[in-house]
């Protein structure tokens, strides 16, 4: 039983590296998806290769109308580009498998010419029917091969009655193929397992299998990058290739993302596309960062680069063969990173549709000031409405244990209108940051009490809150009218309601 092995193809020149994502356009991108198109895209740039993007739309049942623009769009968000593809063009377009039809008919056709696919009459009724069937005598429930040896005179009468047929590969009966994987090695499967798969169904579309090799020599792809499920597709491809007498491209089947209990990552966990990533606030960078993480290692152990460093220094060989366990304690570690990196400016660019989304009018320049104030305490931009409502609203409630321990005890009414007095003194020009903070600590000082006993309850009058940003910078964002305003209604209501 000697293993087949079609003879490797070498591309020559430059684009010698051509690597293809190859997404069906089904709806948002699930971010196995965009870590397989990462992959891709970090080995083409890493190795001066082109980067290809190849929609699989054969099946109009899975297709959605916005699936194509839905994949282009999470690529460009993520920072991958293409250098081929359906909206771009190319030397080998068309780039959607639904214009290349007459491409794969020809290869059908060639097959059936050279005796290596024969057309199959048997209906999927029929067929379920023989599935069932052997299901219960314990035979394999693969393609019994019934029309594999029909002589040309059966063919032709069962054509004349004009029975729709399918085209299937005649694939060996016995031996094994070898699939050389470039991430997991070796990897053996016996022909006995394989059946006469379909090529080409008998309404005139091509299967997956088909149309991928046909695509992958015709736009000479040179590398197969994709994720670990079709593993079992490949010894079939690879009969594909032997039979039209194509050389093999390179395989690497990287492995699977599991969910932290080590299920399969399902909704139930949380976002699985990166359009919700992007909505809950993920920033690119960090996504990007962290999908790169998931069964790769840069060099050193590094955790945090950007997509450019990565494509610098990116090889197959550091691909686990193991599957990756999602952690989401550290994709929002890393996110919280690249947002305190970020220039305010540019993290309140960012966040201006979660502020809109909650109804928060305000400008850019205003925004960046209060993002810069914040920008270290928060891990999501869709944390930033909350954390900078205060700024916007005084109706806000006020936290409970804070209330009770800094408000409602006897004196804290006394303390916020001093606190009031002393900043009432400024003059517009000295509501600063100093200024305020000179204020309250001469205060303090007179008062014959720690600066801490001032500061509680003035952030909670002013905020609502125990924590935050510090204590005279929220003062100088409110401003000196809506900081006094504040501390006098929050006197006025703890008078009215003394503790
Ligand atoms: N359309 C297939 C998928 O989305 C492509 C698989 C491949 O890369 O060959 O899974």
Same mark, same amino acid.
């Given at each position: 039983?000697?293993?087949?092995?079609?003879?490797?193809?070498?591309?020559?020149?430059?684009?010698?590296?051509?690597?293809?994502?190859?997404?069906?356009?089904?709806?948002?991108?699930?971010?196995?998806?965009?870590?397989?198109?990462?992959?891709?895209?970090?080995?083409?740039?890493?190795?001066?290769?082109?980067?290809?993007?190849?929609?699989?739309?054969?099946?109009?049942?899975?297709?959605?109308?916005?699936?194509?623009?839905?994949?282009?769009?999470?690529?460009?968000?993520?920072?991958?580009?293409?250098?081929?593809?359906?909206?771009?063009?190319?030397?080998?377009?068309?780039?959607?498998?639904?214009?290349?039809?007459?491409?794969?008919?020809?290869?059908?056709?060639?097959?059936?010419?050279?005796?290596?696919?024969?057309?199959?009459?048997?209906?999927?009724?029929?067929?379920?029917?023989?599935?069932?069937?052997?299901?219960?005598?314990?035979?394999?429930?693969?393609?019994? =091969?019934?029309?594999?040896? #029909?002589?040309?005179?059966? /063919? $032709? !009468? &069962?054509?004349?009655?004009? @029975?729709?047929?399918? +085209?299937?590969?005649?694939?060996?009966?016995?031996?094994?193929?070898?699939?050389?994987?470039?991430?997991?090695?070796?990897?053996?499967?016996?022909?006995?397992?394989?059946?006469?798969?379909?090529?080409?169904?008998?309404?005139?579309?091509?299967?997956?299998?088909?149309?991928?090799?046909?695509?992958?020599?015709?736009?000479?792809?040179?590398?197969?990058? =994709?994720?670990?499920?079709? #593993?079992?597709?490949?010894? /079939? $491809? !690879? &009969?594909?290739?032997?039979? @039209?007498?194509?050389? +093999?491209?390179?395989?690497?089947?990287?492995?699977?993302?599991?969910?932290?209990?080590?299920?399969?990552?399902?909704?139930?966990?949380?976002?699985?596309?990166?359009?919700?990533?992007?909505?809950?606030?993920?920033?690119?960078?960090?996504?990007?960062?962290?999908?790169?993480?998931?069964?790769?290692?840069?060099?050193?152990?590094?955790?945090?680069?950007?997509?450019?460093?990565?494509?610098?220094?990116?090889?197959?060989?550091?691909?686990?063969?193991?599957?990756?366990?999602?952690?989401?304690?550290?994709?929002?570690?890393?996110?919280?990173?690249?947002?305190?990196?970020?220039?305010?400016?540019?993290?309140?660019?960012?966040?201006?549709?979660?502020?809109?989304?909650?109804?928060?009018?305000?400008?850019?320049?205003?925004?960046?000031?209060?993002?810069?104030?914040?920008?270290?305490?928060?891990?999501?931009?869709?944390?930033?409405?909350?954390?900078?409502?205060?700024?916007?609203?005084?109706?806000?409630?006020?936290?409970?244990?804070?209330?009770?321990?800094?408000?409602?005890?006897?004196?804290?009414?006394?303390?916020?209108?001093?606190?009031?007095?002393?900043?009432?003194?400024?003059?517009?020009?000295?509501?600063?940051?100093?200024?305020?903070?000179?204020?309250?600590?001469?205060?303090?000082?007179?008062?014959?009490?720690?600066?801490?006993?001032?500061?509680?309850?003035?952030?909670?009058?002013?905020?609502?809150?125990?924590?935050?940003?510090?204590?005279?910078?929220?003062?100088?964002?409110?401003?000196?009218?809506?900081?006094?305003?504040?501390?006098?209604?929050?006197?006025?209501?703890?008078?009215?309601?003394?503790?």
């Amino acid at each position: 039983m000697g293993g087949l092995a079609p003879p490797r193809g070498r591309l020559k020149g430059v684009d010698a590296i051509r690597v293809r994502f190859a997404p069906s356009p089904t709806g948002e991108l699930h971010i196995g998806n965009a870590r397989t198109a990462l992959f891709c895209w970090l080995f083409a740039r890493s190795r001066q290769g082109r980067f290809i993007l190849r929609i699989e739309d054969t099946d109009p049942e899975r297709n959605r109308e916005d699936g194509e623009t839905a994949v282009q769009e999470a690529l460009a968000w993520l920072g991958m580009d293409w250098d081929e593809g359906p909206d771009r063009g190319g030397p080998f377009e068309p780039y959607r498998q639904s214009e290349r039809l007459a491409l794969y008919h020809e290869h059908g056709r060639r097959l059936l010419a050279g005796g290596q696919a024969y057309p199959c009459f048997c209906s999927p009724r029929e067929l379920a029917r023989r599935r069932a069937q052997a299901g219960e005598k314990g035979r394999a429930p693969g393609y019994d =091969r019934r029309c594999r040896d #029909l002589t040309v005179e059966e /063919r $032709q !009468s &069962l054509r004349e009655r004009g @029975l729709p047929h399918a +085209l299937r590969l005649k694939s060996p009966l016995s031996g094994q193929t070898v699939v050389s994987d470039l991430v997991r090695g070796e990897v053996r499967f016996l022909h006995g397992e394989l059946d006469d798969f379909i090529l080409v169904r008998s309404d005139g579309r091509p299967t997956y299998n088909f149309a991928c090799v046909v695509d992958d020599h015709l736009m000479r792809i040179s590398h197969v990058i =994709r994720g670990e499920e079709h #593993l079992s597709n490949t010894p /079939r $491809q !690879s &009969l594909l290739y032997q039979a @039209l007498e194509y050389p +093999l491209p390179e395989f690497a089947h990287i492995p699977m993302i599991l969910a932290p209990d080590r299920s399969k990552l399902s909704k139930r966990h949380g976002a699985t596309s990166v359009q919700q990533y992007r909505d809950q606030g993920y920033l690119p960078e960090a996504l990007a960062n962290y999908l790169a993480l998931l069964g790769w290692s840069y060099p050193g152990g590094r955790e945090v680069f950007s997509l450019e460093e990565a494509a610098r220094c990116f090889s197959l060989d550091r691909i686990s063969p193991s599957a990756s366990v999602y952690d989401d304690r550290k994709i929002e570690w890393l996110n919280g990173h690249y947002l305190r990196e970020l220039p305010p400016g540019e993290v309140a660019r960012r966040a201006m549709p979660f502020m809109r989304a909650e109804g928060y009018v305000v400008d850019e320049n205003r925004m960046r000031d209060l993002v810069a104030a914040t920008q270290d305490r928060v891990k999501l931009l869709a944390e930033l409405p909350d954390a900078l409502s205060y700024y916007f609203r005084d109706d806000f409630d006020c936290d409970e244990a804070g209330f009770q321990k800094h408000l409602a005890r006897p004196g804290a009414a006394d303390l916020l209108e001093r606190g009031c007095e002393v900043l009432a003194g400024l003059a517009e020009n000295e509501f600063t940051l100093e200024g305020t903070e000179r204020a309250y600590r001469d205060l303090a000082g007179r008062l014959g009490i720690r600066a801490a006993e001032l500061i509680h309850p003035t952030r909670l009058a002013l905020t609502g809150r125990t924590v935050g940003p510090g204590l005279f910078t929220i003062m100088v964002l409110l401003g000196r009218q809506e900081t006094l305003a504040r501390l006098r209604k929050w006197a006025e209501r703890l008078r009215v309601t003394p503790a």
